[in-house]
Nanobody
């Protein structure tokens, strides 16, 4: 059974940084895509960033240049480094391992 556990949410001021972690067990981590999604209140859950098994990255336009996804297959962990955070980044952030294994979500609040 695949388990996905996220760490690292919190509250920051605009311009601040946070790093999310996504630890995956019970899966062949090195072969799966890791996706980072977010869901703001009353909004849909949208893809923010993605990193393939080979390390290819994808970012939605609103976070390009500010967010970086990376992974360590040996540690079965992925991270999302978020810099220059804006109030509109406020949401619950989710990690998805493979096609359907979701983390529990972690809250991020960006406000002054």
């Amino acid at each position: 059974q695949v388990q996905v556990v996220e760490y690292g949410g919190g509250s920051v001021h605009p311009g601040g940084s946070l790093r999310l972690s996504c630890a995956v067990s019970g899966s062949i981590f090195s072969r799966i895509v890791i996706g980072w999604y977010r869901q703001a209140p009353g909004q849909t859950r949208d893809l923010v960033a993605e990193i393939t098994s080979g390390g290819r990255e994808y970012y939605t336009d609103s976070v390009k240049g500010r967010f970086t996804a990376f992974r360590d297959n040996a540690k079965q962990t992925a991270w999302l480094q978020m810099n220059s955070l804006k109030p509109e980044d406020t949401a619950v952030y989710y990690c998805k391992a493979g096609q359907s294994n979701w983390g529990q979500g972690t809250h991020i609040t960006v406000s002054s």
